[in-house]
């Protein structure tokens, strides 16, 4: 799937927390790390993330982090799980929301302003990039944007996305569910 120089590419758009990284789950619901202690990226994630990159895909995580605006973590920690995540994994970008859940801003999901600033800033086709979430406001942010949406579903015991475009259950299933939906395109 290489791209030619100028043309507008395909990407695959993460969530960070419960799809890479752990969440924590209390009472039903996830929850971001807090430290780097609890800072712990999935193992399925770097076959996932590799098999993706080798097919072509910039990858990119977008992600909202409201304990930062509400302070209850401080930005440098976020910035440093960032870092190692980019470290470990082959991502072109991490795209962050600090903002609480209060202010209004446009980059916070279920707005799709992370992923309009990334395919502005990559040169980025999001009506052909796929957007992979856990959570209600994943699957919105990339309906808004034209992506295509895949719900990983975890369980969680709050709504979840009744308009995703694909429903799965883990990581690996949605890789390959985009390499085999990449595949019968091409013939």
Not at 54 to 78: C, H, K, Y
Not at 90 to 110: I, M, N
Not at 178 to 185: G, K, M, V
Request: charged content about 30%; proline content about 4%.
């Amino acid at each position: 799937m290489a791209e030619q120089r100028g043309t507008m590419k395909k990407a695959v758009f993460f969530d960070r927390d419960g799809v890479l990284v752990r969440s924590l789950v209390g009472d039903g619901k996830p929850y971001a790390a807090r430290t780097i202690e609890e800072f712990e990226i999935l193992p399925e994630s770097g076959g996932v993330t590799r098999d993706l990159a080798e097919a072509g895909f910039p990858l990119l995580v977008f992600t909202n982090q409201p304990d930062v605006g509400n302070g209850l973590v401080e930005r440098s920690v976020v910035e440093e799980m960032n870092r190692i995540l980019q470290q470990t994994l082959p991502l072109t970008a991490v795209k962050v929301c600090y903002h609480s859940q209060t202010e209004g801003c446009a980059c916070r999901k279920p707005k799709p302003g992370m992923l309009i600033e990334a395919a502005r800033e990559f040169d980025l086709d999001l009506s052909q990039s796929y957007v992979v979430g856990d959570r209600k406001s994943d699957i919105e942010a990339g309906n808004a944007a034209g992506c295509f949406t895949i719900f990983i579903d975890r369980g969680y015991r709050e709504q979840s996305p009744d308009d995703a475009d694909k429903r799965v259950h883990s990581l690996a299933e949605a890789r390959d569910f985009i390499l085999a939906l990449e595949d019968n395109a091409i013939e």
